[in-house]
């Protein structure tokens, strides 16, 4: 049987401070995941749902975006991703009387892991004005209140649609549909506060948004650079990948300003070696670059490969360069103009290391470089991802094997969530196709991304939010402003699995809409549904949930959307199509799929089979690059990196091991030797003593921020000093708890995303 939720929040009275790891999973992190899952869904419970994890006939897993090899493992899961499963195959249930027990004040006092741990939703929940507990609404009368709250906009532009990574390929592309005909663009997403910056950067240079790997690729690397990234937390499954490259003589250069236990040692569980022989030594160079040094890191780079051209010859792919670049000229002569002193300021990291580095670079055949937020949460990290993508174009590296870029995505269809059109600033031909298939025409104005979104709603321009899946508040930078500006909504609509943070800070009015999960069997009519999701390199694959649902009425997301469109789209200028029929068949939304999305044909025959349909990506197929000139890139960035203030540090924003974007399974962050609490932060001894502090004092951090309106601060109470790991002037704090640090108004240019690895703070002792 599966354990009661707990009754109390997180005591951060009993957090314990020990020894950072130093490899990564083995046979404690196997135990971890199946306490979790036991915990959750009871032992045969577990047992029958993770086994059809990632299985070709089984279901997608909801945590990362990490892809499959067609050959699959018995256990084709992680820690995190068990973690995941259990979270949302919970036994444990939120019902009515749940509700009627606990009032909105009540739940607000709890914390974010609380929240989560108390099980899945049930029934439609609506909070009416002025009322202090939700009470039960059925799911007719919950629909045709979104609906009438819809048309009595005065403009659509008051109505903002957000999406989460969650949602699959079929309700994104049906969710999209019905924002265009309610007659807006405002579909802000999860994409605007990670991987915004990679997509600006890689279409601008190489004509695509995404990667241009495989997984092969990634088997096939001499080289893979994997920078601001975690892959031993937030990717586990990627380290098989990592080992298998190792394995065949790769070498593996690990880039952050905390070492990282996955990238130091992995011990996979599912080999004799790992389990008995100590596992397998992963990063041959870590580098610990300074927060935000990454865009110099990669110019050194740059700067050595083109002095060794110079002077020895054959560094640089000539060929390549000439037929397939441009720009290389103005490149080169503005990297020649760089300083190594300043190159050394950036990165925090003297020259010798950095030629040592770049040699690795130029001895290697076939490059690949990963990263993730540690590159994409800067002012500078567009600039930063144009210069990765610089280096690599230098030696040729793309367009062929082992070779190219690996932006590695987190939620599992975040990346087919914008192939399906979740986005605000959508393609003219997108639209136009769109029109076509649904037969009326569809806004052209640019919508609002999230941070766009939350100013919107804080200057009372927005009557209507709307949420499929995440948790908004609790995702979302500068916590004070979000909350106060979802106050002044008229109504809030969360569709959700789970209990989460965004259905405590509600509009005047809120629903909560529970939805099926993964996990979970969609059955329409007599037949099951399957949906599909893409994976961060581009492939596209199904996924059918077995377990009962949570309740015998819980709709999925797409019979949600459906019948919202059949109750909106009732004259001849909205939108056409069978909606009842498309609830009824997710097949029909396929076809209506492939006739508007370049890459989908036969889409239904293809996933019908069990096959994997791998998108065109036009970089990987054949050296073609959809940029305004037909070629791949070089561009010029003047050098950047963060000026901290006397007596300030530098804070990054991230994760502990338990823990899944805002969704924190328990209150342990093992690797880095962080017991039963969550409020710290890491420092480095040096700044600790030369700040008058101790280790284990309990500080308030207060960020500080120089805006157009002068100086704005921000304080976040009460966290324990930690010493640790990381380059002088740096320091690190887990989101969602200093996600109140970051200002609104501090976005990266170009791509807008908010900047949580270069937070200004500054540590005051408790008054």
Same mark, same amino acid.
């Given at each position: 049987?599966?354990?009661?939720?707990?009754?109390?929040?997180?005591?951060?009275?009993?957090?314990?401070?020990?020894?950072?790891?130093?490899?990564?999973?083995?046979?404690?992190?196997?135990?971890?995941?199946?306490?979790?899952?036991?915990?959750?869904?009871?032992?045969?419970?577990?047992?029958?749902?993770?086994?059809?994890?990632?299985?070709?006939?089984?279901?997608?897993?909801?945590?990362?975006?990490?892809?499959?090899?067609?050959?699959?493992?018995?256990?084709?899961?992680?820690?995190?991703?068990?973690?995941?499963?259990?979270?949302?195959?919970?036994?444990?249930?939120?019902?009515?009387?749940?509700?009627?027990?606990?009032?909105?004040?009540?739940?607000?006092?709890?914390?974010?892991?609380?929240?989560?741990?108390?099980?899945?939703?049930?029934?439609?929940?609506?909070?009416?004005?002025?009322?202090?507990?939700?009470?039960?609404?059925?799911?007719?009368?919950?629909?045709?209140?979104?609906?009438?709250?819809?048309?009595?906009?005065?403009?659509?532009?008051?109505?903002?649609?957000?999406?989460?990574?969650? $949602?699959?390929?079929?309700?994104?592309?049906?969710?999209?549909?019905?924002?265009?005909?309610?007659?807006?663009?405002?579909?802000?997403?999860?994409?605007?506060?990670?991987?915004?910056?990679?997509?600006?950067?890689?279409?601008?240079?190489?004509?695509?948004?995404?990667?241009?790997?495989?997984?092969?690729?990634?088997?096939?690397?001499?080289?893979?650079?994997?920078?601001?990234?975690?892959?031993?937390?937030?990717?586990?499954?990627?380290?098989?990948?990592?080992?298998?490259?190792?394995?065949?003589?790769?070498?593996?250069?690990?880039?952050?300003?905390?070492?990282?236990?996955?990238?130091?040692?992995?011990?996979?569980?599912?080999?004799?070696?790992?389990?008995?022989?100590?596992?397998?030594?992963?990063?041959?160079?870590?580098?610990?670059?300074?927060?935000?040094?990454?865009?110099?890191?990669?110019?050194?780079?740059?700067?050595?490969?083109?002095?060794?051209?110079?002077?020895?010859?054959?560094?640089?792919?000539?060929?390549?360069? +000439?037929?397939?670049?441009?720009?290389?000229?103005?490149?080169?002569?503005?990297?020649?103009?760089?300083?190594?002193?300043?190159?050394?300021?950036?990165?925090?990291?003297?020259?010798?290391?950095?030629?040592?580095?770049?040699?690795?670079?130029?001895?290697?055949?076939?490059?690949?470089?990963?990263?993730?937020?540690?590159?994409?949460?800067?002012?500078?990290?567009?600039?930063?991802?144009?210069?990765?993508?610089?280096?690599?174009?230098?030696?040729?590296?793309?367009?062929?094997?082992?070779?190219?870029?690996?932006?590695?995505?987190?939620?599992?269809?975040?990346?087919?969530?914008?192939?399906?059109?979740?986005?605000?600033?959508?393609?003219?031909?997108?639209?136009?196709?769109?029109?076509?298939?649904?037969?009326?025409?569809?806004?052209?104005?640019?919508?609002?991304?999230?941070?766009?979104?939350?100013?919107?709603?804080?200057?009372?321009?927005?009557?209507?939010?709307?949420?499929?899946?995440?948790?908004?508040?609790?995702?979302?930078?500068?916590?004070?402003?979000?909350?106060?500006?979802?106050?002044?909504?008229?109504?809030?609509?969360?569709?959700?699995?789970?209990?989460?943070?965004?259905?405590?800070?509600?509009?005047?009015?809120?629903?909560?809409?529970?939805?099926?999960?993964?996990?979970?069997?969609?059955?329409?009519?007599?037949?099951?549904?399957?949906?599909?999701?893409?994976?961060?390199?581009?492939?596209?694959?199904?996924?059918?949930?077995?377990?009962?649902?949570?309740?015998?009425?819980?709709?999925?997301?797409?019979?949600?959307?459906?019948?919202?469109?059949?109750?909106?789209?009732?004259?001849?200028?909205?939108?056409?199509?069978?909606?009842?029929?498309?609830?009824?068949?997710?097949?029909?939304?396929?076809?209506?799929?492939?006739?508007?999305?370049?890459?989908?044909?036969?889409?239904?025959?293809?996933?019908?089979?069990?096959? $994997?349909?791998?998108?065109?990506?036009?970089?990987?197929?054949?050296?073609?690059?959809?940029?305004?000139?037909?070629? +791949?890139?070089?561009?010029?960035?003047?050098?950047?990196?963060?000026?901290?203030?006397?007596?300030?540090?530098?804070?990054?924003?991230?994760?502990?091991?338990?823990?899944?974007?805002?969704?924190?399974?328990?209150?342990?962050?093992?690797?880095?030797?962080?017991?039963?609490?969550?409020?710290?932060?890491?420092?480095?001894?040096?700044?600790?003593?030369?700040?008058?502090?101790?280790?284990?004092?309990?500080?308030?951090?207060?960020?500080?921020?120089?805006?157009?309106?002068?100086?704005?601060?921000?304080?976040?109470?009460?966290?324990?000093?930690?010493?640790?790991?990381?380059?002088?002037?740096?320091?690190?704090?887990?989101?969602?708890?200093?996600?109140?640090?970051?200002?609104?108004?501090?976005?990266?240019?170009?791509?807008?995303?908010? $900047?949580?690895?270069?937070?200004?703070?500054?540590?005051?002792?408790?008054?």
């Amino acid at each position: 049987m599966a354990m009661r939720p707990p009754k109390e929040d997180i005591d951060e009275t009993r957090l314990r401070v020990g020894e950072p790891k130093t490899h990564a999973v083995g046979v404690p992190g196997v135990m971890h995941a199946m306490e979790i899952s036991w915990q959750q869904m009871g032992v045969k419970r577990s047992v029958e749902t993770l086994l059809r994890v990632n299985q070709k006939d089984g279901f997608d897993c909801p945590g990362c975006a990490w892809p499959e090899e067609d050959k699959r493992h018995i256990a084709e899961f992680c820690e995190n991703g068990a973690k995941a499963v259990a979270e949302e195959a919970t036994l444990r249930r939120v019902t009515p009387e749940f509700f009627a027990q606990h009032s909105l004040a009540d739940l607000a006092e709890h914390d974010d892991w609380w929240l989560g741990q108390q099980g899945r939703l049930t029934e439609p929940m609506v909070l009416d004005e002025g009322a202090t507990h939700y009470r039960p609404i059925g799911w007719e009368a919950a629909l045709d209140l979104i609906a009438d709250a819809l048309r009595e906009l005065d403009n659509p532009d008051e109505a903002i649609f957000y999406t989460s990574g969650r $949602t699959s390929n079929e309700a994104a592309f049906l969710y999209q549909l019905l924002v265009r005909g309610v007659g807006t663009n405002n579909l802000p997403d999860c994409s605007n506060m990670c991987h915004e910056s990679s997509g600006s950067a890689l279409t601008e240079t190489l004509g695509i948004g995404k990667g241009t790997v495989t997984i092969e690729d990634i088997h096939a690397a001499d080289l893979l650079i994997v920078a601001g990234q975690n892959p031993g937390t937030n990717h586990p499954r990627m380290l098989s990948a990592l080992e298998k490259a190792k394995h065949r003589g790769a070498k593996i250069i690990a880039v952050n300003p905390l070492p990282e236990a996955g990238l130091l040692r992995f011990e996979n569980p599912q080999t004799p070696r790992g389990v008995l022989l100590g596992g397998t030594a992963m990063a041959d160079e870590f580098v610990q670059i300074r927060l935000g040094g990454d865009q110099a890191l990669f110019q050194a780079i740059g700067k050595h490969l083109l002095e060794a051209e110079a002077r020895d010859g054959g560094v640089v792919d000539q060929g390549f360069v +000439a037929d397939h670049t441009s720009g290389y000229d103005d490149y080169r002569a503005a990297v020649a103009r760089l300083e190594w002193a300043d190159l050394e300021t950036a990165t925090g990291i003297d020259e010798a290391e950095l030629r040592r580095i770049a040699e690795l670079v130029r001895a290697s055949s076939a490059t690949i470089v990963c990263w993730a937020m540690g590159l994409t949460q800067h002012k500078h990290s567009v600039p930063t991802l144009r210069e990765v993508v610089n280096m690599l174009l230098l030696q040729g590296n793309m367009g062929r094997e082992g070779a190219g870029v690996c932006p590695v995505r987190g939620h599992s269809n975040v990346q087919g969530d914008r192939t399906m059109g979740i986005y605000e600033k959508p393609a003219a031909e997108f639209l136009d196709a769109l029109d076509r298939e649904f037969s009326f025409a569809s806004p052209r104005a640019h919508g609002y991304d999230t941070v766009e979104a939350i100013r919107a709603m804080r200057d009372c321009k927005a009557r209507f939010f709307m949420a499929m899946g995440g948790n908004f508040i609790s995702a979302t930078p500068d916590t004070a402003v979000v909350e106060a500006g979802m106050r002044e909504v008229d109504l809030t609509v969360q569709v959700s699995t789970k209990l989460n943070r965004s259905h405590v800070v509600t509009g005047r009015r809120a629903v909560i809409l529970p939805v099926l999960g993964r996990t979970d069997r969609d059955r329409r009519g007599d037949s099951e549904q399957r949906v599909t999701v893409e994976d961060s390199m581009g492939a596209v694959h199904t996924s059918r949930g077995r377990l009962a649902p949570p309740s015998e009425d819980m709709l999925s997301e797409v019979a949600i959307i459906a019948r919202l469109c059949s109750r909106l789209f009732t004259d001849d200028s909205a939108p056409r199509a069978d909606w009842a029929g498309l609830e009824a068949n997710y097949a029909g939304i396929r076809t209506h799929i492939e006739h508007v999305i370049p890459g989908f044909d036969d889409f239904e025959k293809r996933v019908a089979k069990g096959r $994997t349909l791998m998108l065109p990506n036009g970089p990987r197929d054949g050296r073609q690059f959809a940029t305004v000139d037909g070629k +791949a890139r070089f561009t010029v960035n003047p050098l950047e990196y963060p000026q901290i203030p006397d007596g300030c540090l530098l804070l990054q924003t991230l994760r502990s091991h338990d823990q899944y974007n805002t969704t924190i399974y328990g209150k342990d962050d093992r690797y880095r030797g962080i017991y039963d609490g969550r409020r710290v932060v890491l420092v480095n001894a040096d700044d600790i003593r030369e700040l008058g502090f101790g280790d284990g004092e309990i500080v308030d951090l207060v960020s500080q921020w120089d805006g157009p309106e002068g100086r704005q601060e921000r304080r976040a109470e009460a966290f324990r000093i930690v010493t640790y790991s990381t380059p002088r002037g740096n320091a690190a704090a887990y989101y969602p708890e200093t996600n109140v640090l970051v200002p609104l108004d501090s976005v990266a240019d170009v791509s807008g995303t908010p $900047t949580s690895k270069a937070v200004v703070v500054r540590l005051e002792r408790r008054r």
